[in-house]
């Protein structure tokens, strides 16, 4: 369905707040079905990429998960570390930027970004209780919005 390669959440594992960390890999972590993506040296194409965020249907509408992308030339983007910059933010109307609410799923959620960083990742959390989104997947692709 997606190329493997640019995958950021396989939606292998149920979302649960205790499994919400950001990966720090290019290997894709088995507790979470995250992994962070090497786009190449200079980044994205300069008319930039897009992330595809899709959110099956959630039972709890009070429910939140916040999601946006960040790109950094390391892989590893724990800590303070400088680099590190939020190029994308997902969200839908009715919450702040980068908020999805239980009670807006099912949704698919784009954002395009373009950037000179090396390394991209989905940054996800969900918020209070377990937001019942075992299936989410995130993934890149150059054609979500093709030219005419």
């Known amino acids: 369905m997606f190329d493997e390669n640019l995958i950021l959440l396989d939606g292998t594992i149920s979302l649960l707040d205790s499994l919400d960390t950001p990966p720090i890999s290019v290997t894709r972590d088995a507790s979470t079905g995250a992994a962070v993506i090497d786009i190449g040296a200079g980044g994205t194409p300069a008319d930039g990429i897009t992330a595809v965020l899709i959110l099956p ?12 992308i960040e790109a950094a030339d390391h892989v590893d983007m724990t800590g303070t570390t400088p680099d590190v910059e939020r190029v994308g933010s997902f969200g839908i109307a009715n919450a702040t ?20 960083k090396r390394y991209v990742r989905l940054n996800l959390t969900v918020g209070a209780g377990d937001l ?17």
């Open 57 to 68: 249907t959630n039972a709890t509408s009070g429910d939140t998960v916040t999601a946006y």
């Open 97 to 116: 930027q980068g908020v999805i609410l239980g009670s807006e799923t099912p949704d698919n959620a784009f954002v395009k970004f373009a950037t000179r």
């Open 132 to 148: 019942g989104v075992g299936a989410a997947k995130c993934y890149l692709t150059p054609y979500a919005f093709p030219r005419l």
